[in-house]
């Protein structure tokens, strides 16, 4: 940025000549230096993993994720929820009874500023419907049992392992309400998956979906499997991430 400020200068100062000049020298260390080799290898494996996802996502999801479940509606969750719904996804976000007001607000302004965005230079009126539609996308819910139509829930809350696991098990139960082929996430960046997955009724069907903030803007996503999460479960999730338009990457479990 600092070489091309500079480039700019010279021509402004000493005239075009110079300015062109100054431009093929700058132009010549910049494509071969370190940061443009950089650059152009994470180009190229951002596309790989990618396409490796879309892969993998053929060959062992058997159910596309249409519907997402949110628990937890900080800045993670309702950061994530406007994503998924911007994104076509239907979202069922869990919140507490008290908090329904300040979380629909929020909502509200994001689904505004992606309005915004998607159709910049259209009328106030084409901006209003895109913002109805994100938020009609988005069904707020005060109990985990208004959860049951998702294929996937995530869960935001607090980094507590007990609370977390106390959650996990209430949400993988015979009468909780997760469906057999549905998938549980946890968005922990503290705890072991594996250690997690011992709170759940069926642990093929558990993984760890990291997001990073602030959601909208950071483009890469942490799966953390653990030993007992099925490929088909891995799929599932990577599926998701790349309907959010978002890198999955495969870590390991610590």
Known sequence: QTEVIGVIREGLQNGMTKGLEREARV?????????????????????????????????FNNSKIKTLGLIGAGVM????????????INVILKTNPEKM???????????QRSAHQLVLNKQGDEREKVQNEILDRIKLVST???????????????E??????????RLSAADGPLNDSAILATGTSSFSV?????????PENFI????????????LV????????SKQTLAGAMDLVLKLDKTPIVVKDT
């Open 208 to 219: 760890g979906l990291h997001f990073f903030n602030p959601v909208a803007m950071m483009p």
């Open 144 to 158: 985990e049992k208004d959860l049951a139509e998702a294929d996937l829930i995530l869960e935001c809350i607090i």
């Open 27 to 59: 132009f010549s260390d910049l494509a071969y230096g370190d940061v443009a080799a950089n650059l152009i290898s994470l180009f190229f494996n951002t596309d790989f993993a990618k396409a490796s996802a879309q892969s993998l996502v053929q060959k």
């Open 160 to 169: 507590d392992q007990e609370v977390k696991q106390q959650l996990l098990m």
């Open 222 to 229: 942490e799966l953390i499997s653990h030993a007992g999460t």
């Open 194 to 202: 594996g250690e997690l997955s011992k709170s759940v009724a069926k």
């Open 101 to 111: 007001e300040k979380v629909n607000e929020d909502l509200r302004q994001f689904a």
């Open 77 to 88: 969750g309702t950061g994530l929820a406007e994503l998924a719904a911007r994104g076509g």
